[in-house]
């Protein structure tokens, strides 16, 4: 059972945006920022999201990040099929004392 | 470039111990930590703890800390995780991850391939 909440999938079509969802706590997405992991099936976690929003240098300005209360959203527009893949949620809990993460939401592109 | 280059996988039996490396090459070794992050088989990821390159302290999960031991070898570049009394449900991929510190919050970049751990009698 994960700390933090994610859908456990999401779809679009090519050329569609989608947005997915992190819901946590005031020990961690309520005081903490939310970083968004990408993970292609079979491969490592890779980072697509910190800092508020910054994206590193390859990861196309498509993906956007916000957060509202002790929620967080990952959002994905204009759809392209390599962005099938699954989208972890993480923050540092204060209770917990330790990094959380999301179940992870898989994104299918249909 | 910046990589992290973990072991193989590993089979162990209930009750035994298994240690996994994460080589770093690319980078200043001393100035980053180096997180464990582990991934049961269709489950989300889990933060084990991370250790500094610098001074070897190790920070554990409140899960893990009874049963685990991160260490560095700074002459190879090398972290070690080492996770003793395996049981089945320990059966999951392990990562290691860089840790970036900036005065806000920290992220992990990048990731090792990842090492298969299975627990199995």
């Known amino acids: 059972q994960s700390v933090l909440t994610q859908p456990p999938s999401a779809s679009g079509t090519p050329g569609q945006g989608v947005t997915i969802s992190c819901s946590g706590s005031?020990?961690?997405?309520?005081?903490?920022?939310v970083t968004w992991y990408q993970q292609v099936p079979g491969t490592a976690p890779k980072l697509l999201i910190h800092s508020n929003g910054q994206r590193p240098s390859g990861v196309p300005d498509r993906f956007s990040a916000s957060k509202s209360g002790t929620s967080a959203s990952l959002a994905i527009s204009g759809l392209q099929s390599e962005d099938e893949a699954d989208y972890h949620c993480?923050?540092?809990?204060?209770?917990?004392?330790?990094?959380?993460f999301g179940g992870g939401t898989k994104l299918t592109v249909l | 470039q910046v990589q992290l280059v973990q072991s193989g996988a590993e089979v162990k039996k209930p009750g035994a111990s298994v240690k996994v490396s994460c080589k770093a090459s690319?980078?200043?070794?001393?100035?980053?930590?180096i997180s464990w992050v582990r991934q049961a088989p269709g489950q989300g990821l889990e933060w084990m703890g991370w250790t500094s390159a610098y001074n070897h302290n190790a920070t554990y999960a409140q899960d893990f800390q009874h049963r685990v031991t991160m260490t560095t070898d700074t002459s190879t570049r090398t972290v070690y995780l080492e996770l003793r009394s395996l049981r089945s449900d320990d059966t999951a991929v392990y990562y290691c991850?860089?840790?970036?510190?900036?005065?806000?919050?920290?992220?992990?970049?990048?990731w090792g391939q990842g090492t298969l751990v299975t627990v199995s009698s």
């Open positions: 690319g980078y200043i070794f001393f100035n980053y930590g």
């Open positions: 991850a860089r840790r970036i510190t900036s005065p806000a919050e920290d992220w992990f970049d990048p």
């Open positions: 993480a923050a540092w809990d204060d209770s917990l004392n330790g990094w959380v």
């Open positions: 005031p020990s961690n997405i309520g005081s903490k920022i």
